[in-house]
């Protein structure tokens, strides 16, 4: 079953989206069951992304997610949420001028993968790259090809070999560089 019908995009009974017109897709996308897409802002999914089972995308600002990049199962990337620290209190059932909502772009480039579970928060950018381990709450912007647990850089990915990865993909007919869900 392919639910919204968009093209080059697999979808299922159960995903999720609202604000669909908001949505620019690139090609071979799949939006597992149970993912959660609100798109209030503009939101950019390059070619080759994959939105895993029960990832929910929300916040209402901008989100530009590139190339062969993973969003892990339960993944949540809140493009606003509401800051309680200072004067703020309430939720969506209260009007804006109780609440203190911080709102930012997020960004996340190039053969990224997010980890399971992880939550990123508004205005953080995930360069080229960047692997988010499993578990994680990502509140700064990270380094390109750094692997993260939580904000700790905690290794380096090896960029040569995926780089020639992506040169053989080039170099294969594509018909033969989609999944199975394409053919």
């Not at 939101?43 to 993973?70: M, Q, W």
């Not at 800051?83 to 209190?89: M, R, S």
């Not at 053989?168 to 989609?178: D, I």
Request: hydrophobic share 40%; with cysteine; charged share 20%.
């Amino acid at each position: 079953m392919d639910k919204y019908k968009i093209p080059n995009v697999k979808t299922f009974e159960y995903t999720k989206i609202i604000g669909l017109e908001n949505i620019e897709f690139g090609k071979n996308i799949i939006i597992d069951d149970f993912a959660f897409v609100y798109a209030k802002g503009k939101i950019k999914l390059g070619n080759f992304v994959h939105i895993g089972i029960y990832a929910s995308i929300t916040g209402g600002d901008e989100l530009t997610v590139g190339d062969f990049s993973a969003i892990s199962q339960g993944v949540r990337i809140l493009t606003a949420t509401d800051d309680f620290k200072d004067w703020g209190f309430g939720n969506s059932t209260i009007d804006n001028q109780f609440r203190n909502v911080q709102s930012s772009p997020i960004t996340i480039g190039k053969f990224c993968i997010i980890g399971a579970n992880s939550v990123i928060l508004p205005g953080v950018s995930i360069p080229e790259g960047a692997m988010v381990g499993t578990n994680s709450v990502i509140t700064k912007d990270l380094e390109p090809w750094g692997i993260y647990v939580g904000n700790k850089r905690v290794g380096t990915r090896n960029k040569e070999e995926v780089l020639k990865n992506y040169e053989k993909f080039l170099a294969t007919p594509e018909n033969e560089r989609v999944g199975s869900l394409f053919q």
